[in-house]
């Protein structure tokens, strides 16, 4: 089955295609609740968004799986802030919060660690920091609309997006110097 007879197939309902799609793109759906909501409810917002994938599908435009896939996307970020907003639990903290000498992480650091290593350290980020970061560095959203999306001050986003990237890096530094003991 190509690209374009799967997702019509999808889009009639046909049983055997929606579970290619869900089997295609399952995993990194679940990664990309993950980042957001944390390993707790990772799964059960990616079956909400696989839902609500299922249930628009007549509406999607995109003939390809590339297409496809940022659609999904899409769906399952807007999900995952749902659950958030749900949750009540996001804390946005103001400027005055902020440390002075907190220093941004240093790329060359990023790369130097496991890729699940770094994306366990974005997980322990407070949820606020967390889906701010998650927005601006994966879903490359400017800050104008991230805070358009949670509701908060534009500052406040780029302060957040600021003060996630330093405690990043105090984890990485941590991280480093144990690996070289």
């Known amino acids: 089955m190509n690209d374009t007879e799967l997702i ?5 309902g046909k049983r055997e295609a929606l579970e290619t799609i869900y089997r295609l793109f399952s995993r990194q759906m679940y990664g990309v609740c993950y980042r957001y909501v944390g390993e707790d409810s ?4 990616m079956h909400d968004g696989f839902v609500k994938v299922f249930s628009a599908i007549g509406q999607l435009h995109a003939t390809d ?3 496809f896939r940022s659609w999904i996307t899409r769906i399952m970020v807007t999900t ?3 659950h958030l907003r749900k949750q009540k639990s996001s804390s946005f903290l103001s400027v005055d919060d902020l440390e ?3 220093q941004p992480v240093d790329e060359e650091d990023m790369i130097s660690i496991p890729i699940e290593t770094l994306m366990k350290f974005i997980a322990e980020l407070p949820t606020g920091y967390r889906t701010i970061l998650n927005l601006a560095v994966f879903e490359e959203m400017p800050h104008k609309e991230i805070a358009k999306t949670l ?6 986003s780029s302060s957040q997006l600021y003060r996630a990237k330093c405690i990043l890096a105090q984890k990485i530094k941590e991280y480093l110097t144990r690996q070289s003991l």
């Open 100 to 102: 002075e000498n907190m």
């Open 42 to 45: 990772a799964l059960d917002v």
């Open 8 to 12: 019509e197939g999808c889009k009639a």
């Open 65 to 67: 799986l590339h297409g």
């Open 80 to 82: 995952s802030l749902h």
């Open 151 to 156: 509701g908060i001050n534009e500052h406040s």
